[in-house]
T-cell receptor, first 115, second 115 residues
Framework: GDSVTQTEGQVTVSESKSLIINCTYS????????LFWYVRYPGEGLQLLLKVITAGQKGSSRGFEATYNKETTSFHLQKASVQESDSAVYYC????????????FGKGTHLHVLP | EAAVTQSPRNKVTVTGGNVTLSCRQT?????MYWYRQDTGHGLRLIHYSYGAGNLQIGDVPDGYKATRTTQEDFFLLLELASPSQTSLYFC??????????????FGEGSKLTVL
């Protein structure tokens, strides 16, 4: 079945440093899945951070970027300089063509940004 | 702006108790979802629906029933609650139209504690 893997449960970074949160996926359909990053700030619901629906393309939002790499089946989230306000839980997700309206999430990565 | 409202936001019950979590969306979306979020597991899909009267089984359905009474309203029912169902529950909606990318719009979550 489809799956999303986030290897780090928690990441701690000092403010102004760079960040990478890893995400790899597996999709059973022959077409390429739509890929997403969602973020949950403390006390809030999840909200979409960015999405990419075409393999090879890059999505960006609020200084974050992620590139859809079909060769390595990865969709890593990066930011050049994090801020304390970026502290949150980040979820990678996919929607595959085998079940077009079922969205699968990774386990989430809790980002702590130190002041 | 898309709107998904969950109630109650917090609920405490005892083992064997009966709990109903409610979700209403005002987005005119076809699809609605119930997820549970647990540390180390991320978001796991319980049930989802593509319209009034429809119900689809998710990945962790055991112990849960759901009902979609209208396009707007989706309920999650725990008829004999167990401590293992202590979790943070999220409702979400998505368009489900032909051009829909799979982006989900989430409620703020319902925290359930089963003693």
């Amino acid at each position: 079945g489809d799956s999303v893997t986030q290897t780090e449960g928690q990441v701690t970074v000092s403010e102004s440093k760079s960040l990478i949160i890893n995400c790899t996926y597996s999709a059973t359909s022959i077409a390429y899945p739509n890929l997403f990053w969602y973020v949950r700030y403390p006390g809030e619901g999840l909200q979409l951070l960015l999405k990419v629906i075409t393999a090879g393309q890059k999505g960006s939002s609020r200084g974050f970027e992620a590139t859809y790499n079909k060769e390595t089946t990865s969709f890593h989230l990066q930011k050049a300089s994090v801020q304390e306000s970026d502290s949150a839980v980040y979820y990678c997700a996919l929607r595959s063509d085998t079940n077009a309206y079922k969205v699968i999430f990774g386990k989430g990565t809790h980002l702590h940004v130190l002041p | 702006e898309a709107a998904v409202t969950q109630s109650p936001r917090n609920k405490v019950t005892v083992t064997g108790g009966n709990v109903t979590l409610s979700c209403r969306q005002t987005n005119s979306h076809n699809y609605m979802y119930w997820y549970r979020q647990d540390t180390g597991h991320g978001l796991r899909l319980i049930h989802y629906s593509y319209g009034a009267g429809n119900l689809q089984i998710g990945d962790v359905p055991d112990g849960y029933k759901a009902t979609r009474t209208t396009q707007e309203d989706f309920f999650l029912l725990l008829e004999l609650a167990s401590p293992s169902q202590t979790s943070l529950y999220f409702c979400a909606s998505s368009g489900g139209q032909g051009t829909d990318t799979g982006q989900l719009y989430f409620g703020e979550g319902s925290k359930l504690t089963v003693l």
